[in-house]
């Protein structure tokens, strides 16, 4: 009986070492997803404006591939990135691969082929201020985004603070990206209005000068 017994608690441990292990959590990592279709046919309509997209900077603690929350309604001034959960990328490197496949940009320092109908081209430079899930309450969420653009061209520049919020579908990380996601996709679209000279649609704040200043800055 003694080995018979010594096998069942053999067996009895592997057992609940192998549930325990399915108790881990898998680490995941997030992109934006493919480009959404109706990104090119949005620009098609803007065929007339060319942007060379640079990369996008930003401030040093969120310059990595932590995704970051907010519990606004604990403790607003204190983001906290996902333990299992990270993008590929840093959000500014994310950001600077979407702009340049929505609005057709080539990357810095290539050489652009300009056609003698072309309308204008532009220079764009981007500083992201904020790219994070905000929860106001236990189950609801947001994705924020806070990024201030400077379009350069045509012998002027304009600058623009947009700010996109999204709901967010599920109160999770993977609710977060899909937030985000958008909020990407969204800005996208706004810049490309706004270099076109179309007043942009959605929601945004802190214009700081929509039309295009003489280049000689003070």
């Known amino acids: 009986m003694r080995p018979l017994a010594a096998v069942m608690v053999l067996l009895a441990c592997s057992g609940c070492s192998s549930l325990m292990g399915s108790k881990d959590v898998t680490k995941a990592d997030f992109d934006f997803g493919p480009v959404p279709a109706a990104s090119s046919a949005h620009h098609t309509n803007y065929s007339g404006v060319s942007i060379m997209v640079y990369e996008v900077t930003a401030p040093a603690w969120i310059d990595n591939s932590s995704m970051y929350y907010r519990l606004a309604y604990q403790n607003a001034a204190n983001p906290m990135p996902y333990a299992q959960s990270e993008w590929v990328m840093s959000p500014a490197a994310l950001l600077t691969q979407r702009l ?78 899909a937030a985000l996601s958008q909020c990407a996709d969204e800005l996208a679209a706004l810049i490309d209005e706004w270099a076109a000279g179309k007043r942009p649609n959605g929601r945004e704040a802190g214009d700081v000068d929509g039309r295009l200043r003489a280049a000689n800055r003070p």
């Open 100 to 177: 340049r496949s929505a609005l057709s940009a080539s990357g810095s320092g290539e050489i652009v082929q300009v056609s003698a109908d072309q309308l204008a081209v532009y220079t764009l430079r981007s500083e992201l201020f904020e790219f994070e899930q905000v929860f106001d309450q236990p189950g609801r969420s947001r994705g924020v985004l806070r990024l201030r653009a400077t379009l350069e061209g045509k012998g002027g520049w304009a600058q623009r603070t947009f700010v996109i919020e999204k709901p967010a579908p599920t109160p999770d990380a993977a609710g977060g990206v």
